[in-house]
């Protein structure tokens, strides 16, 4: 690894080299086909805009204990590193960076959806009403 700074534009760009990305029509069917759509934005985000029916809330600090197949204290939906899991924030920034680390765990199925909720929310698929 270098001792050479790099700026969070240049790291999300080498991220999302690695992988696709998936829009939110593509999340969409994805699944209903049996993917894993798993939100990662913090609560208060989650009761001003509501929720996607179905996605697992996992909270950013928990998800790679929570999603790792091998991990003590893995949900019961991480049943294979085959598995592909759909990752979402709010705008789509921290889920680049959340899913770097579940491909580390070897999910090599991992991806995030560009844009987030908003995007999801802006291509009027389903949501929960807001509770705040």
Request: glycine share 6%; charged share 25%; proline share 6%.
């Amino acid at each position: 690894m270098s001792d050479t700074p790099v700026g969070i534009d240049a790291l999300l760009e080498r991220i999302r080299s690695a992988y696709t990305r998936v829009t939110p029509e593509e999340a969409h069917a994805e699944f209903l086909d049996g993917a894993l759509l798993v939100d990662i934005r913090y609560q208060a985000l989650r009761e001003r805009d509501g929720l996607v029916p179905g996605a697992l809330v996992i909270e950013r600090n928990e998800l790679e204990w929570r999603l790792d197949p091998e991990g003590s204290h893995r949900l019961p939906e991480a049943t294979s590193h085959e598995l592909r899991v759909i990752v979402f924030c709010n705008e789509g920034y921290a889920s680049s960076l959340a899913v770097a680390s579940l491909r580390t765990l070897g999910l090599r199925h991992a991806t995030d959806l560009t844009g987030g909720f908003q995007s999801w929310k802006a291509a009027s698929l389903p949501t929960t009403p807001p509770t705040a």
